[in-house]
């Protein structure tokens, strides 16, 4: 079964700086995977996603992921933080399962950026 | 194109008491997906539609919980008797394909609360 490790449920920056926000996964099969943001009382919107090839997949909004195997993390930057970025990050983590789609969501980043 | 559509917003109900939610996905997506998100944690997949069957339940507690997709279009969750570690928001989701690389769009929830 696979799983996501979000460190940090909580991740505070000033406006201007980098956002670093870090996932881990375990899957036993190569897996795709996504980053998503959710705004107060909305769903979640999709930032990115890794599938294969390049390792580096660049979003939305400025923000970037590098997935790196042998370390078995996604993490999501972003050089230069912005007031609008404020929301919360789910990363998350697929792998094919019979007909269905495992999808599996770690449990959450609040971003907060300070003035 | 038109989004994820859910109704209604919010949901207020006493324990035991039954309530449904409604679900219309964007037009063309044969998957669809409900997700349960408790305060705090990530959304965890209950049910996967592909067209009008169910492709994934695995995690739908039966003994309170149904879905239907009639006609492959609209969905309805119901929850008959309610619990009240049953409050959360309940998200339907949508995509092209079951495929684990293809992206979900989500609605913007309803948030149920059980008193």
């Known amino acids: 079964a696979q799983s996501v490790t979000q460190l940090g449920s909580h991740v505070s920056v000033s406006e201007g700086a980098l956002v670093l926000l870090r996932c881990n996964y375990s899957?036993?099969?190569?897996?795709?995977l996504f980053w998503y943001v959710q705004y107060p009382n909305q769903g979640l919107q999709l930032l990115l996603k890794?599938?294969?090839?390049?390792?580096l997949v660049k979003g939305i909004n400025g923000f970037e992921a590098e997935f790196k195997k042998s370390e078995t993390s996604f993490h999501l930057t972003k050089p230069s933080a912005h007031m609008s970025d404020a929301a919360e990050y789910f990363c998350?983590?697929?792998?094919?399962?019979?007909?269905?789609?495992?999808?599996?969501f770690g449990s959450g980043t609040q971003l907060t950026v300070l003035p | 194109e038109a989004g994820v559509a859910q109704s209604p917003r919010y949901k207020i109900i006493e324990k035991r008491q039954s309530v449904a939610f409604w679900c219309n996905p964007i037009?063309?997506?044969?998957?669809l997906y409900w997700y349960q998100q408790i305060l705090g944690q990530g959304p965890k997949l209950l049910i996967q539609?592909?067209?009008?069957?169910?492709?994934?339940d695995s995690q739908l507690p039966k003994d309170r919980f149904s879905a239907e997709r009639l006609k492959g279009v609209d969905s309805t969750l119901k929850i008959q008797p309610a619990k009240l570690e049953d409050s959360a928001v309940y998200l339907c989701?949508?995509?092209?394909?079951?495929?684990?690389?293809?992206?979900?769009?989500f609605g913007n929830g309803t948030r149920l609360t059980v008193t």
């Open positions: 037009s063309g997506h044969a998957t």
């Open positions: 890794y599938t294969t090839g390049a390792t």
């Open positions: 998350a983590v697929s792998v094919p399962s019979g007909s269905a789609r495992q999808l599996t």
């Open positions: 899957s036993s099969v190569p897996p795709y």
């Open positions: 989701a949508s995509s092209t394909g079951s495929s684990y690389n293809s992206p979900l769009h």
């Open positions: 539609f592909q067209n009008n069957g169910v492709v994934d």
